[in-house]
């Protein structure tokens, strides 16, 4: 009895700690890129009165930092796809910076056009790009609960999850025309992160549960 209560316990550990039923999850690192210099730039476009497209094709970058539990080594050479619209108009931040909402997809593939080995995509994305006029540089942020992920890579991923993308040498200077953003390109830097389960609690919960459910499945029937 003492046995399966201590197995019951881990059981309890692990899934806790693998984020079912808490929400005291720490996001860490999963991997930092930078593009290539002299390589193909991020494009800003203004399609409309509110309508604003940021696109990147095939932008190399290289993997400058990546989280050990994949097991690979930085640096890694890879492609970057980005390809969002605008879901609101442009609006002002004190009349110093400017904003708007996106939604779209980013990739980080081993290969051109989205193939190979998925580093890391999303699955949702949902935030804004915010730029204030005096730098020229602008940050896509996430709401919370508005990125998702894919990856072939890290095998497990949890809530938060974030992913920010560093636009730098604007051109031209950062601002809005009308009530979109005006159009740009720009170099681009990337950080994204997750929750990632450690090993040990993968393991205490994999213990737990294979005697536990068979316990479970026992007193099912017993009382049935």
Known sequence: MRMRSI??????????????GTDKAQAELLLNFGQIPNSKRITGTKLG???FAITGVDVPIQITQIAPET????????YLNVNMNSTAAAGSIGG????????????ITSGA???GINYLSTTTLDGLVIGI??????????TPGGVGFSSDV???????????LQLGNVTPTFGTDGNSLKSFTASVTGTAAAAIPEPSSIVAAI????????????RFRIQA
Do not use: C, E
């Open 7 to 20: 197995l019951f316990g881990l059981a309890l550990m692990g899934l806790a700690h693998l984020g079912l």
């Open 49 to 51: 009165d509110t309508d």
């Open 71 to 78: 097991g690979l080594t930085a640096p890694i050479n890879a």
């Open 96 to 107: 110093v910076g400017s904003y708007q909402a996106f939604s779209g997809v980013v990739t």
């Open 113 to 115: 056009g989205g193939t």
């Open 133 to 142: 006029n005096s730098t020229g540089n602008v940050m896509l942020g996430n």
């Open 154 to 164: 890290f095998s497990t991923l949890h809530d938060p999850m974030s992913i920010s």
């Open 207 to 218: 213990i737990g549960l294979t005697t536990l459910v068979p316990v479970a499945r026992r």
